[in-house]
């Protein structure tokens, strides 16, 4: 069993930044894939960024150029950097692992909010 626990949300202005931290509770290196998802009550959860354990990376339209989602294997944990934040994307973010995009492991989430 897998353990994700995220942090770093809170409250910023437009075109300010956050950077999220997602620790797992074992080997990060030994997931398959890690992934960043954003869910605004009454909507699915969207996907926003992965990375593989071979270091391949993908990321939402929406988010390309602003977003970074990198990963400190020593520290167990993956980092999602957001810059030039807008108003939409305020939700509440979760840390998703697995062998697949999403995977079986789910984050309790943290929330974002960017004022305008």
């Known amino acids: 069993q897998v353990q994700l626990v995220e942090s770093g949300g809170g409250l910023v202005q437009a075109g300010g930044s956050l950077r999220l931290s997602c620790q797992a509770s074992g080997s990060i290196s030994s997931l398959k894939f890690v992934s960043w998802y954003r869910q605004s009550q009454n909507d699915e959860r969207e996907f926003v960024a992965f990375?593989?354990?071979?270091?391949?990376?993908d990321y939402a339209d929406a988010v390309k150029g602003r977003f970074t989602i990198s990963k400190d294997n020593a520290k167990d944990t993956v980092f999602l950097q957001m810059n030039r934040l807008k108003p939409s994307d305020t939700d509440v973010y979760y840390c998703?692992?697995?062998?697949?995009?999403?995977?079986?492991?789910w984050g309790q989430g943290t929330q974002v909010t960017v004022s305008s």
């Open positions: 990375i593989k354990n071979d270091g391949s990376i």
């Open positions: 998703n692992a697995g062998k697949t995009v999403p995977g079986r492991y």
